[in-house]
């Protein structure tokens, strides 16, 4: 009694338990990433801005893809608001984050000439426009300059709904935010195979100089990350694991390996000639193969030699192994992550095509489908190359022999996709070893996903140490 009380704004009802029901606000206070925002406080501070006659803030989206936007509608002489839309977000932006906190700064800033109404006279918030990529403040556009800058900010345009993301916007004015980045975190993780922070992200909030922080951590190197013999892990005093990629040509895919191994286990990814600038791409699997013993030679002169292949790599690691033991060297370890023989019968129906792509195809995919939009100029010559090889690689598959090997095979199929499942028996005319099979819980191209990368890891290790005990 004669405490003193709080309006809250909340609206509630009881129920006949006694528990309280939130209904919602009496107010415009909205709450996005736990922050409760004022909605009218943002919109006074936009009217103070002397090109602004009026201002209308709103939430869209929906959980972690809530922003916040700014309408407003330009006074007669504002030449700034003029200027153009971009102008217009960085001039408000600017205005408002020396007066406000970050979380209540809007990510995109709408020019209109004037408010939707309702047929009562007052705003139709459902009417507001969506903002387009101009309306959310970045600095000018610069592309990219590298070809894995250029892989970033595809993801970037991904997360955040945008197109166009410069080597120079930052994370957080283009419409990100600590939940955004922690998804865009995941993303790199789970298509580039690179770990970093959020503390990270908040120190290179840019493109540039994420890139460069990657580089300088010691993660990988651009020219690194297109060279054919790619280090994944080069410290350790095993027998290297030689990784042989999908059908797009790149080994980044087997990075999340490393941590699930032994720590004396070195690892390697091999990749397509002609990703980089070294040649062209190989005319027969068999020349590809030979080209790839050069490389691992380079690392390791003679066997025992491990080798793992990944759909389409697996039939390169099966003619590695037959090239290798004709040389007289030792196989110590033949693994293969669902890839089979290649049967013209067999082949998916058109509606199921998409399934059986590595995650490097579905990275392409994903920048040009994504957003909707094109690849633009810059990454241009990457994704041809990459395309090229692609279509390559599915042609030679085609016209392949597969030789008669002793050697004994570990074989992890996918399985949840019933449609495309496929018998281990495939390998047995080519195979005369035992063919040790683990079936894994996923789709295809969901193999190299952190959590199935984890339970193939630990079986590696253990055939691996294995092994190593038998070679002392």
């Not at 309408?71 to 977000?89: D, I, T, W």
């Not at 900010?153 to 419409?175: A, C, M, P, Y």
């Not at 339970?455 to 294995?466: C, F, H, M, V, Y």
Request: overall charge negative; proline content about 6%; charged content about 25%.
């Amino acid at each position: 009694p004669n405490a003193r009380m709080y309006k809250s704004g909340d609206l509630v009802r009881y129920l006949p338990d006694g528990n309280i029901v939130f209904i919602g606000r009496n107010d415009d206070q909205v709450k996005i990433r736990g922050f409760r925002i004022e909605l009218g406080e943002i919109e006074a501070r936009l009217r103070e801005h002397p090109s602004v006659a009026e201002a209308v803030v709103a939430v869209l989206g929906e959980d972690i893809n809530k922003r916040l936007v700014a309408y407003v509608m330009a006074r007669s002489n504002a030449e700034s608001v003029e200027e153009g839309e971009s102008q217009l977000a960085v001039t408000l932006r600017s205005h408002l984050t020396t007066r406000l906190p970050d979380y209540m700064v809007p990510a995109a800033f709408v020019s209109m000439d004037e408010f939707p109404l309702n047929v009562n006279g007052k705003l139709d918030r459902s009417s507001l426009p969506v903002p387009g990529d101009d309306n959310f403040a970045r600095q000018g556009y610069e592309p990219p300059q590298s070809r894995f800058e250029s892989l970033l900010s595809f993801i970037w345009e991904d997360v955040l709904n945008v197109s166009k993301v410069g080597r120079h916007n930052d994370f957080f004015t283009i419409g990100g935010h600590s939940l955004l980045a922690l998804k865009m975190i995941s993303r790199v993780r789970q298509l580039l195979g690179f770990e970093m922070s959020i503390r990270t992200v908040f120190e290179a909030p840019t493109i540039a100089k994420l890139a460069l922080r990657l580089g300088e951590s010691g993660m990988a190197q651009e020219e690194e990350s297109y060279r054919m013999l790619f280090p994944i892990k080069t410290h350790g005093s095993w027998a290297p694991l030689f990784c042989i990629h999908p059908v797009m040509g790149l080994s980044w895919c087997f990075m999340g390996l490393s941590k699930h191994l032994p720590p004396e286990q070195p690892l390697y990814g091999l990749q397509a000639r002609g990703i980089y600038s070294e040649g062209g791409p190989a005319s027969t699997l068999d020349e590809m193969a030979l080209d790839y013993i050069d490389q691992i030679r380079r690392v390791q002169p003679h066997g025992p030699y491990h080798l793992l292949g990944y759909s389409f790599g697996g039939t390169v690691a099966h003619l590695m192994a037959s090239h290798l033991s004709k040389q007289g060297e030792r196989i110590g370890l033949l693994a293969l992550m669902d890839s089979f023989p290649f049967d013209c019968t067999r082949m998916p129906p058109p509606e199921l095509q998409d399934q059986d792509q590595d995650e490097e195809e579905a990275l392409l995919i994903l920048s040009i489908r994504g957003n909707g939009d094109a690849i633009p100029d810059h990454a241009k010559p990457f994704f041809e190359r990459a395309s090229l090889i692609r279509k390559n690689n599915r042609q030679l598959v085609r016209t392949c022999v597969l030789p008669v090997i002793s050697t004994n095979v570990v074989l992890f199929r996918a399985v949840e996709n019933t449609a495309l499942l496929r018998s281990a028996d495939k390998w047995k005319p080519f195979v005369l070893g035992e063919i040790d099979t683990y079936d894994i819980h996923c789709k295809h191209n969901s193999m190299v996903k952190p959590e199935h990368l984890a339970t193939i890891g630990q079986i590696l290790a253990r055939k691996l140490d294995e092994l190593h005990d038998l070679d002392k």
